[in-house]
């Protein structure tokens, strides 16, 4: 029997832990073959450069794909989307995929989607269905109404595709493939890694004796103006608290320029003695700096996810997570300096740790592999009512 | 009081049908302002020159976009896209537009969608909401996913954007701006007009005194592999009938290059002398055309709407227009030469044409420039459900 | 010891006769690897799909470049040197050459030139040196200094680009491919060719048996506004001289368009009874066309080049072809209806077919072979004065 | 009269201060419209946002295009440049220009003259003739051919171009525009600059009463995987040498990541205590700095040309500036720290400015603008031999 090609496109450093259990139970899976295309700022240096850990992971890469504009406004994240559109154009009528995977709702990810559907190949959504603000949430949904097959990640999430008139035979809860890493991390009985000796980082030495927290904060696309302003909410509130910290530069995207100056301008001035700033982790051992941490800090969807299933006390800022289905891990807070410093007080003194299984229960890559195969692949559809 | 910039983006001939009395309906509105974009196909000779249509219609044009790939194949549409939403971003940057229109669902004008949407302008979708089969079909629904006000045409298209999780203070149903000409034909007392003297043709001199035909078939994006033998299905009937008949080519679109060789070939080999064939013809022309003629045949949409207004016989043929709302007038058949045949007899044998109002009562074009001037305009928004 | 990877793009139907015996001595070159890459009109139908020739050729296809914008105007050449530019640094950063071919000075060659000469790739380019007017002009000069090792097709040739400043170690006299064909043609002793049964075409059925005209006429890119009224004298000369003739399409360029569209309102107006129209021919077979024709008529460099080995008179119009070096088989005309038709019989009158070997002695591609095998490559240079 | 339209596009820091006295010059000619184009680097944070520069210095940019490709390697030099010629097509397209000016030789100039050439546009470029290494040099000369009018800054170079065959009523010796600006500068009798109260930048505070040291430090195409260990070299000099020192970021280049990522690594390492870091500064205060300054150091084309006219010494390091003309000021180093500090000491130690007039009397702006107005404007040449 011939195998099915499944492409899937990573465009981006945490995109590629939402599938990376699932490339490999692909690569594994007797009746599928893998192709790998690592596309936008997955290639770049400035963040962090995740195509050196998906090689060493020993993932083959077919194509690689320079698509990202520079300046980071709106108008650079349309152009790059186009930009992709032409040259993911290319690289689907060169490979001949059978199935074509999209990953979430970056903004880069309807590139891959037109790019699919246009030339008529069966197109699968990752992680459809759920619900935040800002571009990210007209992008996602756009791809439900552009993809054949959807692999969700929550219940919830199902209900919701299900409800934008897709077909329900084509839309199946596998869990997110984040859990699956986030369950190794906490099977894992020993793991001897020093943070700093493994990636140096730059900043403050940290004296990690008595607990650390984590930050990790992107900007917001609905408010790239304020970037700068937000962040630095966030750098006060813990440079005050003085803690040691672990910080995460942020992802490319409209307003990162604001984010980084934010950080650079706050290390000039203030020097803060009690933060490390760091571009980029493998996701497992950032998950293992994560499950013994205090608290993680700022508005990444890792808060929501891998921090409910180990359940790390999490603060969470702003709206870009907004209306993603929260555990009881998480406080949400404003960009306020008072209020984060009071929700990280509150959430460090809470006493036990509460794990839930909403995004999965750790065995999602095998599941997408699964239905994978085991789906009949379409490339036209028509809305249920 | 500041006016409204509304930037509206015309890309293909049968679009600016769609939007035509629209379009002066907000150039002549007090509180609005007109930004006219006209791109893609609407700018090539190949394809009618629509652009020429609307400027001696009186519309100042402020850009013009090449974007265009030749191929007519699914990677050219692809591309095309990709292009378009480099380029339209461009155009919006340098326009700023209080809010941009999206027409309907050709493959392209997600390109609109993206660059408005990715600068977080106001982005109005024009006729979403109905159903076809086809990349159509996953165009129009991602378009409505992008957008913030939906203009629709007819009551089941405003249900369906609602259940697609739209909030329904920001779907009207105006109605079809096509209808709004359509009506101005019928109420035309004396229309003076000689098809062949003004838009000359090629091919056969008609005699009109008895009835005639008039025949527009695209090809089909999901079988662009049979465009060819599909036209021959229609040539082929049509020849044998006999009958005087108006033959238009088609859009440019994958496939057309098939559709477009068919006929070629067909004439060469069987040079019919019943048939003429044009490029191209003014909207008003053409319903003018259409209202005198015994039978529309092919896969327009002007069958299913202008047709069913006026009360013009139509014969359908094939799945492009499938699930769209049919009046009275409608009938359907498969790519095949003898259907074909005694449905055109059936049709013109019929006595009674009977007119409906699916798609609006004559005045859409004024309705949508009231909503554009009253909507509260969003760039933002969450799913409803 | 390693091969050479040379890469060679070839645009366009008529850049494939200027290279092909060059193609295959670099596939049986020891010393040498292929990589072939085809791009822009020559994967279009409209232009006769030169792909298809060279697939049945032999030759194996590295990569297809979809390129070429629609509208064939100045904007439209523009627009698809820069995606050229886009789409071939992606092609040569994945194939990793060793050496790439850009061959002569049609508009989209400088798209080859730039995308490797900036990715620090060795270029080579084939046929510069010589001198006609219009944009090709410039384009062959910038590839010229743009290019790294330069295989020119005659002394004249040879001479210029040193002057240009080039390091006399880096520019061969390899001659032309197009002659090694030539020679081919003339050598062959039995060729059963019936050109109407292999390609059909279109038009006029043509009694050879008193000798036959051929032209080829292209649009002039410096006054591509009047190609519908240059190719019109042309169209009139040969209808009045009544003779059979062999009448080829243009290629893509901006001003085909008109020159398509003279040609066809020509038709659709005069149905002229002694033209027969063809789409494009294996370069072989065309060689044979003309080895046997009493004249070729138009501004293809073919009548400069082969046409001269062969013997063939020529009537070159217009300036396409200023300041080629020519041998006696050409006669030059204005774009006159009067002057083309008593050009012709001039030419048909005159006896004694004379050849010369201007631009080679049939062994370019070899030639070529060797030069890519044994010259030293670089990818940067100084200008040597 | 009409007044010619003379569209100039900036692309870069560097490139505006090479035109800015001659916008001026053709801004205030009554002969003559400007129209000014503001591209690639110049419109981004990162390079310094020259646009504000210009938008400060009272100019109107009528067109801004974002063609920026992150990465910095040869594949976004290329891409960038593919991008910037369909781009910039557009804005010819609808500014209509009589003329377009290309400034010198940075990689993204080219798309400046294909977007024009292509489209028939005289094409005017600035600072031919010169002689460098590198890409520069290929893309220099390759603008030249396909320049119809060359406005040159030195005789060596007005020599050079007409050898490469151009018309030599057509190369015009105007002097280099930033010797208007330098020339301005020294004549200036009063300048209350302090550039870190004005500039800020960021590192050391700096003592300047006893002298200081300027380095601009750019990676070099051709060696573009050493431009960090390149940029470590200078750093240890000027950090040995322990004297005060303006270190500028470089542009935006193949390699400038290795620049800066090693600039970033030696301050996070040894926080050098005499050395303070500028992103940018206009170029007149830039010139002020450089006049009062011991040395300046690195491979900067200021040292050059401004330099050698205001007489400041210079240590210029490894072959950027290759065969350019130099003046006494200069002194050539390898990429060698004990070369750089002793040329350093030396050139401090040096008595006697000694200034030159290679590069223009200081009057090239309006000798530029007079040669727009007076000289016959063309858009098509042949090779002069």
Redo the contacts between chains.
């Keep these: 029997m011939k195998k099915r090609k499944i492409c899937a496109v990573v465009t981006a450093r945490p995109s590629y832990s939402r599938i990376k259990t699932a490339l490999k139970a692909i690569q594994e899976h007797p009746e599928l073959e893998l192709q790998l295309v690592v596309a936008g700022?997955a290639?770049?240096?400035?963040y962090g450069n995740a195509v050196n850990v998906i090689e060493k992971d020993g993932f083959k890469i077919d194509?690689?794909?320079?698509?990202?504009?520079?300046?980071e406004?709106?108008?650079?994240?349309?152009?790059t989307?186009?930009?992709?559109?032409?040259?993911l154009?290319?690289v689907f009528?060169?490979l001949k995929p059978d199935a074509v995977i999209t990953i979430a709702d970056r903004?880069e990810t309807?590139?891959t989607s037109?790019?699919a559907?246009?030339?008529?190949i069966p197109l699968v959504h990752i992680q459809g269905g759920e619900?935040?603000?800002?571009?990210d949430?007209?992008?996602r949904?756009?791809?439900?109404?552009?993809a054949d097959l959807h692999l969700v990640a929550s219940e919830d999430a199902k209900e919701?595709v299900i409800?934008?008139?897709e077909d329900e035979d084509y839309v199946i809860n596998t869990g997110c493939p984040s859990i699956d890493i986030a369950k190794e991390v906490l099977a894992a009985v020993d793991h001897s890694f020093n943070p700093i000796e493994k990636y140096g980082g730059?900043g403050a030495d940290l004296d990690l004796s008595n607990g650390y927290l984590v930050v990790m904060q992107h900007p917001e696309?609905?408010r790239y103006k304020s970037a700068r302003e937000d962040v630095l909410c966030t750098l006060k509130a813990i440079h005050e608290l003085n803690m040691p910290t672990f910080w995460f530069w942020p992802n490319?995207d409209a307003g990162s320029?604001g984010t980084s100056?934010g950080i650079r301008h706050f290390r000039?001035v203030n020097d803060p003695k009690n933060i490390r700033f760091f571009k980029n982790m493998e996701p497992n051992d950032f998950l293992h700096l994560l499950k013994d941490s205090d608290c993680l800090i700022g508005n990444s969807s890792v808060g929501i996810r891998e921090c409910s299933f180990i359940g790390v006390p999490t603060v969470n800022i702003g709206t870009r997570q907004?209306?993603r289905k929260r555990g009881k891990n998480v406080v949400d807070v404003a960009y306020d300096t008072e209020q984060i410093k009071e929700a990280i007080h509150e959430r460090i003194a809470k006493k036990g740790r509460l794990s839930e299984e909403i995004y999965g229960d750790g065995n999602s890559g095998k599941r997408i592999a699964d239905a994978l195969a085991n789906t009949k692949l379409i490339?036209?559809?028509?809305?249920m009512?």
Tied chains: 1, 2, 3, 4.
């Design positions: 700022s290639l770049l240096g400035r194509e690689k794909v320079f698509m990202v504009l520079e300046g406004s709106p108008m650079a994240m349309a152009k989307t186009g930009l992709g559109v032409m040259e154009s290319n009528y060169n903004f309807i590139a037109i790019a559907a246009y030339q008529n619900v935040t603000g800002n571009i949430e007209k992008v949904h756009a791809n439900t109404k552009l919701r409800k934008l008139g730059v696309t609905s490319v320029d100056s000039e907004n209306r490339a036209h559809k028509t809305i009512y």
